[in-house]
């Protein structure tokens, strides 16, 4: 009988790294065929995270409704991203305070209504990549660099298509593109964390 906690611990403990292995999806290059993928915009997020006031971090979301990734694994430089956010679909945890953040007060979507970034370069170390690109809000477009991490590729077992997906951070500023002048004392540094996946046509 005293064998029977160790024994059961030890599978509990295994069961995290069984799991993983099932998993469809791996970060293994050799998966990765030559192609142009569409944006998944179930799977694709931009989080963002601001300094409100000193008080706390805040932090949204906007999702991916449509873009690409041209990629070939001979030519990993030659990568092209192109995504559009639809910023009448940010999301936050209060409806009147997302109903705010989409007014003229700051990313004014009626007049505005997407965000896009088109990437211009790309270096690739390993597993790990440096984008540059520009990002456009509210039709002001500046450079962007995101810091990008290949997460994993595999064929999904519910569509049967190829998956590829990655992880990336980035930093903007919120005066560089004019959203919310009406609370300077907001944080101006952005952080974004990217969840970004693509699927085979």
Known sequence: MRFAIPAALALVLATPAAIAQTQPGAPVASRVVAGTYAVDPAHT?????????????????????????????????????????????????????????????????AIYPTARFVSTGVKVMGTKAVITGNLTIKDQTKPVTLNATFFGAGTNPMSKKLNIGFRATAKIKRSDFGVGAYAPVVGDDVDLMINAAFTAQ
Do not use: C, Y
């Open 45 to 109: 997020q931009v989080t963002w995270s601001v300094n409100h006031m000193g008080f706390s971090m805040l932090d949204g979301q906007f999702g991916a409704s449509e873009g690409s990734l041209t990629l070939d694994p001979a030519r990993p430089q030659a990568a092209k991203v192109d995504v559009t956010f639809k910023i009448d679909d940010l999301s936050v945890t209060a409806a009147p305070f997302a109903h705010h953040l989409k007014s003229k007060d700051f990313f004014d979507a």
